[in-house]
């Protein structure tokens, strides 16, 4: 048995705003028969952070920070004993020592696709994982072990490790990259470019009601076009899952695609080029293009003849992200929302909604369904998942704790890219 | 030949608001190659058609009103002369003479989905069909041939005629139910009930990428509640779409359903009811209510352990109405909205809807892509969309052009139902 000291070292956020303090707290206790204690080994800060940091977040007492870690766990309730039934297979299967990605929310995974239970960690709710160690409640449907993952790698690799500073990317951002990305093409006003079959062909279709049959799209209307708005971690991940996805469906159809990534910040447009240089494919012909906001719209209107584009990623979170993706959109495309939104009313007017039959799906990934999904992308593309510091990194370096405050400066003025803690140096 | 007269009668709407004058107006006559000039035998009010009458549509000068009308190709543009090719069929097979729907808005069927040429009958682009004649633009594209519609009929009814009062409901509201229903049961959050499997597993999945096989939803996470918000014309269209669909699907699958029709007003609450009565299957085992607001949010909570509904089908086209849709909708639900908005801003904040999660479909029916699909339901279904007058029947009365002015009154004070106008009456 090792031995644990009373208190830990975290990351304290207090109210009103831009207050970081690197405090001593008690060490978390298993409260519920589901809690797992997970000691973590890196933590990561997220752009969704500074929603908080900022004063945004309508938080008014002192939390302790950060919904992205990964650890081990040291100590399980007693949902987690021999001969427990019915459960989510975690409260079978995990076991102290298990190496284990903790997703940003609680995840029951007794109740269908975004739980019920969905509390973030890093909340009033909830203490966060940017600290020596977290408990975390419905354990058993949360913790993602990291085997299932490494047990995907084909055998000649099997004893290859994958370092904690891409798993982290498993917590949120890569996830969240990959539902922005499928949710948009499965959504039935963008899955006639997908399936080749026009609305309403794409999904249930009454069968008594079975009308004409469908006449398969024309070469001519598979031709997709997508915005990204918004070039952080996250909004790199939604283009590279969306690539990939695109990539995979000219394989086995005729689908045509254009994509262009818009970011006004010159450093953030740079990153994602290096990404796409490390990550494309000699032999696709989509075309894709990384444009400050002025040159996107530009672009846009050139593919399209001034019609706009089917979908457009959003992954700012604000109302001027808001406004570009319905200037950006044709009629009957989709904004598929992932940027985490705060309290002023959206800048739209029904009408304008109306008119232009717009699609929206607002909100948070529901991670743990997605999880695997992105476990797969991670291990693909270790290029950019997989190193720290490099040209193609997502992640820009990893910092001792006792840095954080410094750090939340710097990455609220934009002068670093995604940063992790080790909560031990 | 027959003899046509210079001039015809049509209902015109003058500028700011509630001025409805019938007057003389020119004939209309071909314009463009693919122009057809019908001679209209009925003509609908549309609830929509009161944003205009209030002076809510932003329109700044008299026009002639209506969108929905059913007549006869009087006079079609060279586009439909023998050995022009590469068209939609309509070119080749309209002829003087036919008898035609036209859906609410022009669709050149030459592009996907929501036409990009999609305009709307009685608005400043485009004068209406309240009136004797009327211009159709894309006519090729836009008219819809009765025949194709009877000829669905079986052998054995194939003499039955259907009414023009009852054909004249495909030109919008029965369209733009089976629409708000059919876009809900298809979107990615609200198909895993349909079809049994989790998100995302229902649609599009990355080949490469294909994760962990999804576990079949439990019965008991099959059970789907929808709210319809608004019992005018079409609310009821949708409703009786939602719940044939629903009873569709339940022959072949584990879906539970529970349906709260809501409307404030008593008189449209006993409508649906009476509608209810005509096409409830005594075989089937889903709920069915119809509720004010109040009970309508108690009977939600009841059924859904205060978790909020699944869909809303949002019918109305206010604010008042988005707001209780936001109210009666749980995390990762959808509201599918057919209400035609106006200028106010949308009562949402960005939080309330990354909170909750929140999907949304806004704007108009596609309605030469739906038109099918309603007519077959429209067969199916003439206890309701077959009959004038009765307890269950969608259409209230019948009466002539020059009532026009009153009509719209009683119709403006929710005095009556549905009204066609017979413009040679």
């Known amino acids: 048995m090792s031995f644990i000291a009373e208190t830990q070292r975290a990351v304290k956020w207090y109210p009103p705003a831009y207050d970081i303090r690197i405090e001593d707290q008690p060490i978390p206790q298993l409260q519920e028969p589901d809690d797992a204690i997970v000691k973590v080994t890196l933590a990561g800060l997220c752009g969704s952070d500074l929603h908080i940091y900022r004063g945004h977040g309508g938080v008014e007492s002192p939390i302790i920070c950060g919904h992205e870690f990964v650890g081990e766990i040291i100590s399980l309730g007693k949902s987690f004993h021999y001969g427990v039934t019915g459960r989510p297979e975690g409260y079978a299967e995990l076991k102290v020592g298990d190496k284990v990605i903790a997703p940003f929310t609680v995840s029951c995974r007794e109740c269908h696709s975004r739980c019920v239970h969905s509390t973030l960690f890093g909340s009033p709710s909830l203490p966060g994982g940017q600290a020596q160690y977290v408990r975390v409640p419905k354990a058993g449907g949360t913790l993602f072990k990291v085997d299932s993952i490494t047990s995907l790698l084909p055998p000649s ?55 004409e049959n469908p006449v398969p799209l024309p070469q001519e209307d598979r031709s997709l076009t997508v915005a990204v708005v918004g070039l952080g971690p996250v909004g790199i991940c939604a283009t590279v899952s969306l690539l990939d996805m695109l990539t995979d469906l000219r394989r086995t159809s005729a689908l045509q695609y254009r994509v262009v990534a818009i970011d006004p910040t010159e450093a953030r447009r740079s990153k994602m080029q290096s990404v796409f240089a490390a990550i494309s494919e000699p032999t696709d012909a989509g075309s894709f293009v990384v444009a400050s906001i002025e040159e996107g719209k530009e672009v846009i209107s050139q593919w399209t003849d001034s019609l706009g584009c089917n979908v457009v990623l959003e992954v700012v979170g604000n109302n001027s992200a808001l406004t570009l993706a319905y200037d950006l959109i044709r009629p009957f495309g989709l904004i598929s929302s992932v940027g985490v939104h705060s309290s002023p009313p959206v800048p ?42 490099e040209e193609a990194s ?25 940063v992790l803690f080790n909560p031990w140096k």
Chains 1, 2 share one sequence.
């Open 348 to 389: 739209y007017t029904g009408k304008q909604l109306y008119d232009k039959n717009v699609s929206f799906d607002f909100g948070r990934c529901p991670v743990r369904a997605t999880l695997p999904f992105a476990a797969k992308l991670l291990l693909k593309r270790q290029d950019i998942f997989g190193g720290v510091g």
């Open 157 to 211: 690799e099997s004893g290859r490790g994958l370092e904690d500073s891409s798993l982290l990317l498993l917590a949120d951002i890569l996830p969240t990259g990959v539902f922005a990305a499928i949710q948009a093409l499965q959504h039935p006003r963008i899955a006639p470019f997908v399936q080749g079959t026009p609305f309403p062909y794409n999904g249930y279709i009454p069968s008594g009601l079975l009308a």
């Open 394 to 418: 997502l992640v820009d370096k990893i910092v001792g704790i006792e840095e954080a405050k410094e750090v939340y400066e710097e990455f609220d003025k934009g002068r670093c890219g995604k």
